[in-house]
């Protein structure tokens, strides 16, 4: 009988030593989720903090001014394989985005963007700088 009743009060405390073993685990789940909550607290106050600098600027962004060979697309640009406006496109560029000036063909230039090279119909780009035609600026050679 005594051992009986040892063996009852035994199986009794497993519970509860299984439960302290589960809320040991839970209470430093807890713990390390404060932490990252925290550290994700400094840093949205830190990333506020940048955008509230950035409201204060109160100069008007520069325009990008355009080297000696560049040009500018003044519409989304499909820089071709051949110059002409039916062969196959190689890449599209975005309205305002300076492209590489190689060469010039007729209508068309030779362009590169981002390692990419092809053709780019001259309506499409940006011709002028400074009051002074492209053509005369930089004597590009007609082929």
């Known amino acids: 009988m005594r051992k009986l009743l040892l063996f009852a009060i035994f199986l009794g405390t497993i519970p509860a030593i299984s ?15 404060e932490q990252q909550i925290a550290v994700l607290k400094d840093s949205v106050a ?52 300076p492209v590489l000036k190689i060469d010039k063909m007729g209508d068309f230039y030779l362009v590169c963007y981002n390692g990419i090279c092809g053709y780019a119909p001259r309506a499409s780009l940006e011709f002028t700088q400074n009051g002074t035609k492209e053509d005369e600026r930089n004597n590009v050679p007609n082929s």
């Open 19 to 33: 439960q302290e073993t589960e809320t040991q685990k839970l209470e430093a789940k807890k713990a390390s989720l």
């Open 46 to 97: 830190q990333v506020n903090k940048k955008l509230e600098a950035l409201k204060s600027v109160k100069e008007p962004v520069k325009k990008y001014k355009l080297g000696p060979n560049e040009l500018l697309a003044l519409e989304k640009l499909q820089i071709r394989l051949e110059p002409n406006h039916t062969s196959k496109i190689v890449l599209e560029v975005q309205k305002e985005t």
